[in-house]
């Protein structure tokens, strides 16, 4: 399925859209600063608190006096509010319009921020990360639908370059997040890693009150159905709640792999079944069940995308952990240690986004990840300070290549009137890949880190890695799909 493209016009012609404001010249060739600003502001922000919190688990589990196994839903909670509002915000951006669900996201991140900042208790810090989780979950998939409406309105294709640079605010943020984090803690107290949303929020929500275009009632819907309004219930919050109750269920049978709770299972199946057969019943469903099984390659994509992050994201927070823990290192200093990690990511990014296919920079992601994982295997609490400068770097490598070359082919092969609901499913799917890891993290690391725990998590990337090699070098489609996201 390809990229949608606007229609062709002729030079020198204007169009607007139905009931918008004066034509713009087809000279105008869109996608400026104004736009980009409060978007690449707003997807900085998801990224950034997944990471920005890893240099800072052990400080709070040591005033909370909980251990590495309890800190693990600080992670998981978040991600699992960002793994359903993702797709569920994404869908309501397609009906009521981005710029709406944009700027509700960075109000509740500001408000996560205050409460994070303030938080007596341990619960009630998970429930700040669970707000930010649905707070920034809003921004990465409104940002793709109103790159969309602009490809339209400009009459030509995102570049890939412009889906580049959303690539790279989120790979940046979401790499020097540790280093971030750790200097934070060190500085002002781990509590500091809340409080800094506070103004991140109110940048990006002044940059879009200001700079971001007006939604126009119907637009969405008119896109997917030729009406001119919103069908009443497209929604579909019954098939949003299912969606969220059953992945709520297995995210808690994930989170204590050590002791597995077995009957969470059943509940975890009947609400899958009961999704499945709402979704082929639903009219306009939450999840578009036929269109993904038309769709194999956009289905690959998430596997590959929720494979990569599984791994990428094992081994950002169990080796934060493991520096401070096992090797001594102050939360600072093993976010210095990671600086590699971050830079690697950036400049792989940048490469990503200047790529025109999409099979052979994924393909290098993988082979790093097992490499990775290969020296992850040797490393001990005695190793020196330049085998831990490199090991993070490999792994910096594959963060910038997967997020650029999976972002492509998901907007490649979305369709044409889903493009944030699809976007929304791809961070899902890394998500999901979070959540598994920060369980592998618990299982392996218990109430402290050690040399055999992180042997445990670089085995298991290790098979991810070669797992997922061998699904980039067979799927053919990545190469049709990276000759149509040229930029």
């Known amino acids: 399925m390809s990229a949608p493209d606007a229609p062709r016009r002729a030079p020198g012609r204007t169009t607007a859209p139905a009931g918008g404001p004066d034509p713009l010249p087809a000279g105008d060739r869109g996608f400026g600063a104004r736009l980009m600003t409060p978007l690449l502001l707003g997807s900085l922000l998801n990224p950034i608190n997944s990471t920005m919190i890893a240099t800072a688990l052990v400080a709070i589990g040591r005033d ?18 960002s793994a359903v509002g993702q797709p569920s915000l994404g869908r309501v951006a397609d009906r009521i319009g ?99 949303n506070v103004p991140l929020a109110l940048l990006t929500l002044g940059g879009a009150l200001v700079w971001l275009p007006a939604d126009r009632d119907g637009r969405a819907a008119a896109a997917s159905d030729g009406s001119g309004t919103a ?54 469903p939450f999840l578009d069940l036929r269109m993904l099984a038309r769709n194999r390659a956009l289905v690959l994509t998430y596997l590959r995308h929720g494979l990569a992050y599984l791994v990428i994201y094992s081994v950002l927070y169990g080796f934060s952990q493991w520096l401070e823990q096992a090797h001594g290192f102050s939360s600072f200093h093993a976010g210095l240690v990671m600086l590699p990690m971050s830079g690697a990511a950036a400049l792989c990014s940048l490469a990503g986004a200047r790529t025109k296919g999409i099979r052979a920079p994924l393909a290098v992601a993988a082979g790093c990840l097992l490499a990775g994982s290969a020296v992850f295997l040797l490393l001990r609490d005695t190793s020196s300070l330049p085998v831990l ?35 929304g499913l791809q961070r899902t799917g890394q998500y999901l890949g979070a959540i598994t890891a ?27 890695g070669a797992l997922l090699l061998a699904l980039t070098l067979a799927d053919r489609t990545l190469r049709t799909t990276g000759r149509r996201t040229l930029g």
């Open 64 to 81: 909370f006096h909980v251990g590495a196994a309890d800190t693990a839903w600080l992670i998981s909670a978040m991600y699992l509010a």
């Open 98 to 196: 981005p710029r709406r669900v944009f700027v509700a996201g960075a109000v509740a991140v500001c408000a996560a921020g205050l409460l994070g900042t303030l938080a007596p208790t341990f619960a009630l810090l998970v429930a700040s990360r669970i707000l930010l989780g649905v707070g920034t979950a809003a921004a990465y998939p409104a940002a793709m639908a109103m790159l969309r409406a602009e490809s339209r309105r400009v009459g030509r294709p995102t570049p890939r370059s412009v889906l580049g640079r959303i690539s790279l605010a989120a790979l940046t943020s979401a790499a020097v997040g540790p280093t971030l984090g750790g200097l934070l803690a060190a500085t002002a107290g781990w509590r500091a890693v809340f409080a800094v």
């Open 231 to 284: 069908a009443r219930g497209s929604l579909d919050p019954f098939g949003i709640a299912l969606f969220a109750s059953a992945l709520t269920c297995a995210m808690f049978f994930l989170l204590r792999l050590d002791a597995p709770r077995w009957p969470l299972l059943a509940p975890t199946a009947a609400l899958t079944a009961a999704l499945v057969w709402w979704q082929l019943r639903h009219p306009q």
């Open 389 to 423: 400068l490199v090991a993070g770097a490999l792994f910096g490598i594959p963060q910038g290549l997967a997020a650029t070359g999976n972002q492509a082919a998901v907007y490649a092969q979305a369709p044409a009137d889903g493009v944030g609901a699809a976007a």
């Open 438 to 464: 920060s369980s592998l993290i618990g299982l392996e690391y218990g109430q402290r880190a050690t040399d055999a725990g992180l042997h445990a998590i670089a085995l298991a990337g290790a098979v991810c």
